[in-house]
């Protein structure tokens, strides 16, 4: 009998509130927690429940399409907070002081991410590494894509449209490393379209790099949570920078 395939709104659910759940939380060891709990269950939680492992499991190994759609349907699903949740978040900060924080706190959570994975991998049973890295990036990529949503929050230049419409751009915005407002084309993520294959070739440089993360033993988990916490930042401030630029009229 075939096995039922895993449900991608599920996933995409899940890797949107783990994301947001992580980035919003300051302990280290509950963001750790958060990680692996979901990386585990994309691997072999579905196995328990009798669904769904294989399917991931091929999916996840047979390209960055399968990835770029999950995304894409993760988008519209993350907790974004807008300005005034942000002022009140942050009471009495700037912008600038408002989005160093955001920017600090994103890369504490693409590190955890990182260092979760790793020590998972040194775990003696045998990983489904093509569904670890599927799972990784899917987090990494929400803890990105809010935090691009609230920079642009914060700054006070938010996307056009109601939330749900407002998330493709920052999708866009997060492959091209620009605010919104610097993006040139429509916003199409057809397959083949010039923004999808620029997203799919961005996914496939982060899967790489959350490759790291599942080296053997805890060299994975720092290897993982160095380059994880160093591209966090610096997409985080090339977005800023924009921002800032906009914001003062340069």
């Known amino acids: 009998m075939a096995e039922p395939e895993t449900d991608a709104t599920d996933i995409s659910l899940r890797a949107a509130e783990v994301a947001a759940d992580v980035s919003e939380t300051s302990e280290p060891q509950e963001r750790r927690r958060l990680v692996a709990t979901f990386t585990s269950a994309a691997t ?95 987090v990494l990529v929400g803890i990105e894509l809010k935090l691009v949503a609230e920079l642009h929050e914060a700054y006070g230049s938010p996307a056009p449209g109601r939330f749900p419409e407002r998330m493709s751009p920052y999708v866009a915005a997060w492959a091209h ?7 040139e084309g429509e916003l199409i993520f057809a397959a083949g379209s010039p923004l999808a294959r620029l997203l799919r070739r961005r996914l496939v440089a982060r899967a790489g790099r959350s490759a790291f ?31 800032r630029r906009r914001a003062i009229g340069g």
């Open 44 to 138: 072999s939680g579905a196995r328990v429940a009798g669904r769904g492992t294989r399917a991931v499991r091929r999916r996840a190994g047979s390209g960055t399409g399968w990835l770029a759609d999950q995304v894409v349907a993760m988008a519209p699903r993350l907790r974004v907070r807008d300005q005034a949740a942000l002022q009140s978040r942050f009471p009495g900060k700037s912008p600038d002081e408002i989005a160093d924080a955001l920017i600090e706190g994103a890369s504490r959570a693409a590190a955890a991410a990182g260092g979760a994975a790793g020590v998972a991998s040194a775990l003696p049973v045998l990983p489904a590494f093509p569904a670890e890295i599927a799972a990784e990036t899917l």
């Open 177 to 183: 490393r620009r605010g919104v407002f610097m993006i």
């Open 213 to 243: 993360s599942l080296a053997p033993m805890l060299t994975g988990a720092a290897a993982g949570a160095l380059f994880n916490r160093t591209e966090t930042r610096k997409l985080g401030r090339d977005i800023q920078r924009d921002l």
